[in-house]
């Protein structure tokens, strides 16, 4: 237990607030690109 | 899948520009984020989820993604001076328009979407019927603006088929470059 929060601690340590911006923005691009393009693969239509 | 290969391949231009440069990466420093959460939700529910697929009538559906995409059109004004966004608005200012001309649906024709199925997609989809997450399968007789529908497909020996429109290309372009190289905005540069 004692070993498990010593690595979730060292994890988030070595996020900073850049990567956690880079995430964010990356998310963000991701859902406005699947928002505003409309390419059709027939993805939910039943075979 | 298209879209997000570009959104993937351009994150990885840009970090291994950046360290070439020997610099860190800089995510794009987007404003009014909250602009896109918002504008994704009815996108979510009608496009991508496929339990909510169907739950809302079409018209009402169609009007939830015009909506949403001027909620988009907003957000990609407010961020026009980020590097790929004038392409992007360019791409989403192409689908907007076909979508619009078309009852709110990107239109395709049966024979491009009998090649991304692989057999007579009118076995599968009745003429006017959705075919996909936001288009609509309409004869090229009965469809406005066909030089900006889903007409280009992949090359035959691809094993995933998709048809994308002169607006997706432009949308993968403007998300490539904006991940390739982003810079900050123009009031924080001057700033610093």
Known sequence: ?47 | MILLTAIAGGLVAGLLWARWQKRSYQAPDLRSTWLVLVGFVPQLLIAYLPATHHLLPNWLAAVSLSASLVLFLAFVWINRRLPGMPVLMTGLLLNLIVMAANGGWMPISPEVASRVLGEDVRNVVALGGRFGQKDILLPLQEMHLEFLSDRFLLPAWSPYQVAFSAGDILIAAGAFWLLAKPTANSNQTNAE
């Not at chain 1, 995430?23 to 239509?45: C, K, Y």
Request: net charge positive; hydrophobic share 55%; glycine share 10%.
């Open chain 1, 1 to 47: 237990m004692k070993t498990t929060f010593a690595q979730i601690a060292l994890f988030s340590s070595k996020l900073n607030r850049q990567h956690l911006q880079l995430a964010f923005a990356v998310l963000a691009i991701a859902m406005l690109v699947l928002g505003i393009g409309a390419p059709g693969d027939g993805g939910a239509n039943p075979h």
